[in-house]
């Protein structure tokens, strides 16, 4: 590893998302970046093809039983980088990199270490030999904390928060005056879609000329399209791009979310309230997992609760001078905690840390 310029080999996980770990560590200046899986993702980095090893759909990231064939003749690099503790490719990066004497990166979420996949075989495998990482690049801190209390050395632990483009994320030129509230993510049950629509009845009972944007697509999008085609005050974009989310963005003056636990997951972080907060919007959300690590005051985090997001929306959808005043502090916040260069300058510090401490 040259002083100032390295290598990373990122082994992607089937099925994973666009413009998020990859696109950060895409970013890190001075490094070579080196994808490795299928399909071709979309950031300007080096291409391995490989396939994967899969033998279930049901899953998807890190909780996918799938592994990467022929990892064996991916270039030589410095690092060798991956997600999460439990997933397989995980494991597999753990032994490239022993084999290779190189070092070996993880970077986490997960924010549970009850989750109940640690403790399940192949997962757990995956994780004991993860365990053994130079560096866990931790995106929230209690991804920090979760992997303390798996007993891996807090000295190997750093949090970095994940940044966002705040270019592409930015207010409209001016407010929106008109009440307009979106939601911007999966259209599934752990989302909260479903607990968003029916606060909406409330809201529009008592605000008629609010209305709700719904983009995405998932299980419920049926639900969805039933309730658009039925309510006036309910509309659906349907999936969208990254443009087009930050330009349904710029037509909103309130981004609302519901998000619930289920066994294996509760709400991290989540990067579309940052998007939503970078593009001036007030947020209302449950509060729940540790997504006050994204959302601060004066947005809302509120009990599971119809009741409870209908009065928040309207608190804010009432009140454009309000959600204004949030939306401008949102705006500021983002640009001093959460842009996307700034936040991948400090994972390559990070790195650079770990490679002088691991003696790899």
Request: charged residues 25%; hydrophobic residues 40%; glycine residues 6%.
């Amino acid at each position: 590893m040259t002083a100032g310029r390295w290598s990373l080999a990122w082994l992607m996980l089937p099925g994973q998302r666009p413009y998020r770990e990859l696109h950060w560590l895409s970013l890190m200046h001075g490094v070579r970046v080196v994808a490795v899986g299928n399909p071709r993702p979309p950031e300007p980095v080096e291409f391995v093809e490989r396939p994967y090893r899969r033998l279930t759909r049901r899953f998807t990231e890190a909780a996918s039983l799938a592994w990467i064939r022929g990892v064996e003749s991916v270039p030589s690099t410095d690092w060798v980088a991956s997600l999460e503790l439990c997933s397989l490719v995980t494991g597999q990066a753990a032994g490239l990199a022993s084999r290779r004497r190189i070092r070996h990166a993880v970077l986490v979420w997960g924010n549970d270490a009850k989750n109940p996949l640690y403790r399940l075989p192949p997962y757990r495998q995956a994780m004991l030999r993860g365990r053994r990482a130079d560096l866990f690049l931790c995106l929230i801190h209690a991804a920090r904390d979760h992997c303390v209390e798996l007993g891996i050395p807090a000295e190997r632990c750093e949090v970095v928060h994940p940044g966002v483009d705040t270019e592409l994320f930015h207010p409209p030129d001016r407010p929106v005056s008109e009440p307009v509230a979106a939601f911007v993510s999966p259209l599934a049950s752990n989302k909260g879609v479903d607990r968003v629509l029916q606060a909406f009845a409330i809201v529009e009972s008592r605000l008629p000329d609010a209305r709700l944007m719904v983009a995405g697509r998932g299980p419920l999008e049926p639900m969805v399209r039933r309730e658009a085609d039925r309510r006036r005050s309910v509309s659906f974009l349907g999936p969208l791009d990254r443009p087009g989310v930050a330009e349904a963005l710029r037509g909103a003056g309130v981004f609302v979310t519901a998000p619930r636990p289920t066994r294996v997951w509760n709400e991290q972080f989540g990067l579309a309230y940052v998007e939503a907060m970078a593009s001036g919007l007030a947020v209302v959300t449950t509060a729940t997992g540790s997504n006050h690590e994204a959302v601060p005051e004066p947005n809302l985090r509120l009990p599971d609760d119809v009741e409870a997001l209908a009065d928040g929306l309207l608190r804010f959808l009432g009140d454009p001078e309000q959600r204004s005043k949030v939306g401008e502090h949102n705006r500021r916040y983002v640009l001093e905690h959460r842009e996307v260069r700034r936040q991948s300058a400090r994972m390559r510090e990070a790195f650079e840390r770990a490679s002088v401490t691991s003696g790899a």
